[in-house]
């Protein structure tokens, strides 16, 4: 099949490589049928000038073995950089859920970024003046110890239909090219059902369709991210969303940290999961029971985040298309076990699943990278171009 394309990734790099680097990032990638990756802007300098961008750039040519693409992260007052620095797959907006200069949360700051430019926002949403609240009222006792799952309480789905709703209006006042991230409530859903223009896209993440706050009883604060894993129902509408084209892509949002700092007490515990290498065996295991087809996988995963992304050449087995490929053994039935995994973090949410469908081999720019287990040697991606007219 081709080659996946995960839209979003945060390979900490730079400034948290214990956690992930480019390299590690993007071994794990191919390891899992990624053979390219759009990495967010909130590392250590944010990606948020020229010379940030240019930076990791020239890291990525000489350590990743996948193909490689950046945002370029949005603060209140970097309009220049944001139409103007090249190449990059989009500008990020975290609407909330960031601290420092990448939190764009005030009204006259989206406003301007909406109305300047041409090129596709992607945007974290979730109401920065609703979670603070919440976190007040949920968190104001002394002295006490609060469970992960109230994370799903404070931020709960009126976080994330407020600041959607706020992205779609601003994306219908401009004209502007709009994609939602990680979209992950049934409200959600229902908006965008109702009237999702034509210049709007959204993804969903295996994260929101694999796991409910139930899992939090087993898995205290592994399965703590942003936004939230939500209350069982929420994976339905996900599906059903996908299903009827509501939802466009899938990415997974590969965010890893140390067991050791998710073991520290919430709120200290820090939020998202690693999944990049695991995605695509989870999408086919759920094909293997009828929740979705091969074909629904190829748009969801493979030619979907080329079209939304306007990646050209990526995402289709074709004459004239990039030799990008992954060869799957769908009969390969293997457990997830946190010593197998290759990402650095060294742990998945997903460990102790049987699942069906590992890739065998990885195929980048018609190299072998990945087989069947082992890592080729001398094997680069390289950076991805973007045609975002629509």
Known sequence: MPGVIDPQVHFRDPGASNKEDLGTGSRAAVRGGVTSFLDMPNTRPTTTTHSALEAKLQRASRICVANYGFFIGATPDNLDVL????????IKIFMGASTGDLLVDKEQDLDRIFSSGSRLIAVH???????????THFLGQQNSRYPPSLHSEIRDPKCALIATERALNLSQRYGRRLHI??????????????????????EALP???FLTTDDYDEQGSRVQMNPPIRRPGNEKALWAGLKEGVLDIIATDHAPHTLEEKSSPY?????GMPGVEIS??????AMSVGRCTLQEILKWMCQGPAEVYGIPNKGIIGEGYDADLTLVDIDNITEVRDENVWSRAGWSPFS???????????IVGGQIVYDHGTLREGVTGSALS?????
């Open 207 to 209: 994260n929101h369709l």
């Open 125 to 135: 949403a979730e109401d920065e003046e609703r979670i603070q609240e919440r976190m």
């Open 280 to 285: 695509l065996p989870l999408m086919l295991t």
């Open 83 to 90: 139409n103007t620095a090249a190449p990059v797959c989009g």
């Open 267 to 271: 709120p200290a515990s820090p939020s």
């Open 352 to 362: 102790g699943r049987s699942l069906t469908g590992w890739p065998q081999i990885t």
């Open 181 to 202: 991230l990680h979209l992950s409530t049934a409200e959600e859903v229902t908006r965008l059902r109702q009237g999702k223009p034509s210049q709007v896209t959204a």
């Open 386 to 390: 973007f045609n975002q007219t629509r």
